[in-house]
């Protein structure tokens, strides 16, 4: 575990934290007038590695050597100059920090950290993170990483993948989400998660690069209601297929045939679950822990009998089941931008067809809207 610091005077500025993964939802901006909850769970820190914030430089200012050195290698709107390995944490995590009302930024509803850093360190005055909580984005706390230090304080072992999947949580696919200044339950709404959402764009983009411009099967249920629609609308029709199928801790071992493998991130480590023997040569598609465990194993709604009593061994369980949203599964379209143009196979002519030619009716299909 560890500590942060103020670099200037050396003042704790949050509780003890564990390090995970960075959410892949860590920079998504959802919809519009929507109430994001908190994006890191208590007690737990994440780094983004990438740089992020002003200065920015439009591709153009680029060259492509210089993108490609930087692991991008197809046009992005524009790369940030600023710092790398920006630190996020949960808002109640922070200690000894004020906020800074003259940095609030371009907020519409509440902060969004567009003027840089808007909390100081109580001890010295020195700015050291952003407080992120306006409408459609994540709460969050950001720790400057020019301006904090990391110290340890105590040694701890990350779970192993049998101990992560008898301990670990799915994420549900469904959610309410509240508009912003909501005070009833008609401003909110049942929503695809998400979580979900930009965890699919990441898969989708792999998905395409595992495809080699053929089509490619999911296994069916939630798993081809998320992936299927998509792979249809982008790849050709036609043999042969490529299939891909559910595999890590807890699961059967993959068949031998199976092309792509929808896998697990370990949520500490930031490993890639691989099989054994063979199918460790199969394309591996990484998903957030908890997307993967509710796609591999799904948590039914057990609903009431509508007379008579329980059967032996099935446990009570008094919520109806979540709504289903009215409209069918989108993907977070920055999400998979951001993972198809960080792979090196987006350089085949094929691949990036798809990534400049997306048409109106495709889009519609498969992103939702920006």
């Known amino acids: 575990m560890f500590v942060f610091s103020c670099a200037g005077c050396g003042a704790e500025l949050t509780a003890p934290l564990s390090q995970v993964v960075l959410p892949v939802h860590a920079r998504q901006v959802y919809g519009n007038g929507f109430q994001l909850p908190v994006l890191m769970e208590s007690g737990t820190f994440a780094v983004d590695p990438e740089p992020w914030g002003r200065p920015w430089r439009r591709w153009e200012e680029i060259d492509p050597d210089e993108a490609a050195a930087r692991g991008i290698y197809a046009p992005v709107h524009s790369l940030s100059d600023g ?20 940095k609030s930024g371009g907020a519409c509803c509440g902060l969004d950290g567009a ?49 992560l999947t008898a301990e670990g949580k799915g994420t549900p696919p469904l959610e309410p989400i509240a508009r912003w200044g909501g005070r ?39 798993s081809a209601e998320v ?74 709604y057990l609903p009431l009998p509508t007379s008579g009593v329980m059967p032996d061994g099935v446990l009570r369980d008094e919520d109806p089941p979540a709504p289903r949203p009215h409209y069918m599964f989108r993907t977070d379209p920055v999400a998979f931008r951001h993972t198809l143009v960080r792979l090196p196979s987006v350089r085949s002519p094929w691949l990036r067809e798809i990534l400049e030619n997306l048409t109106a009716p495709v889009r519609g299909r498969v992103f939702w809207p920006t």
Not at 133 to 151: E, F
Not at 229 to 248: I, Y
């Open 227 to 300: 992936f299927q629609r998509a792979l249809d609308a982008l790849l050709l029709a036609g043999p042969p297929v490529r299939r891909a199928v559910l595999a890590g801790p807890g699961l059967p071992g993959p068949d031998m045939d199976a092309d792509v493998l929808l896998v697990p991130v370990h949520p500490q480590t930031g490993e890639t679950w691989a099989p054994p023997g063979p199918a460790a040569s199969a394309y591996p598609v990484p998903l957030p822990f908890g997307v993967w465990r509710w796609l591999a194993f799904p948590e039914p």
């Open 184 to 222: 009833s339950a008609s401003d909110s709404f049942w929503s695809w998660s998400p979580q979900w959402e930009a965890a699919a764009g990441r898969a989708l983009a792999h998905l395409l690069a595992a495809s080699e411009g053929r089509p490619v099967t999911v296994p069916e249920g939630l």
């Open 115 to 163: 003027d840089g850093p808007n909390m100081a360190c109580a001890t010295c005055g020195l700015p050291v993170a952003s407080r992120i909580d306006d409408c459609s984005l994540w709460q969050a706390v950001w720790l400057a990483p020019n301006a904090v230090r990391r110290l340890p304080v105590a040694d701890t072992e990350p779970l192993s993948w049998a101990e």
């Open 83 to 102: 710092a790398p390995s920006a630190v996020v944490i949960a808002p109640g995590d922070t200690r000894g920090t004020l906020l800074m009302p003259e």
